[in-house]
Every structure is written in structure tokens, then in C-alpha cells.
């Protein structure tokens, strides 16, 4: 979803006549905050989170639980892959149908990480590239590492 302004709504827009029944019509005054807080939200926001475990071997990493902007189904869950050790990737498709069968392109900017090892430290790091989060897992010394089934929480903008 790209970022867009009120006008890309067609609004603001003006009342050509009074609102008779507010149970079956709305001013053009609330309909442009509407538009208006849905733009906002367009420009700003989390867009997705993903939460994987790490594995010592394979080229998998397995989802085991997301939510999107798109939808919370397995449908929209992103592939999660192990390209070595310590670094994973997630990737989302390029488009999604929104709730008005519309194609909605998805757009990645920017992702962080919280790994929950429980004895050690790990450090993600997230490069973004495309509908890719290409994911490095570093432990204290800065050495790559898969950390031994360690759930890594990675939040996207």
C-alpha cells in the first residue's frame, strides 16, 4: 500500500444538500475525517509482524505466527527461509487482495527484531529489499549464529 494524501480520496468533500436522516447518511464533514484518518494510517504504521524459530540446519524457517495489514491467514504469512547460519529471510508476496477485491502492492520499508534466547544474547539485524527481510542473527562476540531454536519477533514498516 502506498502512502497517499486525502485527496487521493476525491476529498475534501462539501454537503450539496443537508443530511436528513444521520441513521442512513453522512455529512461530508465526517466522511472527510474518515478519509482522512485512513490516509494517515497509509503513511506511518507497523505493516506486518512475523515471529519464526531459528534452526541449526535445513533451508527453512518455520512461521509460528504472523499478522499483516493484509490479513492474518495462512494466506498472507510470509515464506520463511535459512540461507546459512544466522541468517533467514522472510518474503511476502508482492501484492495482496484487500476486502474490495482490490490489488494492494506491498511496500516494505524498514524492519527491526527481538530475539527471546533464553541464555544468551543474540542481535538481529534486518536489511529490507523489495517485499524481503533478509534477517542476521549475531551473538555478543558478532559472530553469526542460529542461537538453538530461539524465537526471533521481526516488525516491519
Known sequence: MYPRELGNYGAPFVDQEVVVD?????SAGQ?????????????MRLTAWA????????TTAGI?????LWGSTGGFAPTGGRLSAGTYTLT????????????ENVVLR?????????????????????TV??????????????????DIDIFII
Open 22 to 26: 444521520p441513521t442512513t447518511q453522512q
Open 31 to 43: 466522511a472527510n475525517i474518515l478519509f482522512e484518518d485512513v490516509a494517515q494510517l497509509t503513511r
Open 51 to 58: 515471529r519464526f524459530q531459528t534452526a541449526n540446519s535445513g
Open 64 to 68: 509460528i505466527a504472523h499478522a499483516s
Open 92 to 103: 511476502y508476496a508482492s501484492q495482496y487482495t484487500d476486502g474490495l477485491s482490490n490489488a
Open 110 to 130: 524498514a524492519a527491526w527484531g527481538n530475539a527471546a534466547h533464553p541464555t544468551g544474547l543474540i542481535l538481529p539485524h534486518c536489511v529490507v529489499s523489495g
Open 133 to 150: 527481510v533478509t534477517i542476521y542473527l549475531r551473538d555478543a562476540a558478532g559472530s553469526l549464529t542460529d542461537g538453538s531454536a530461539t
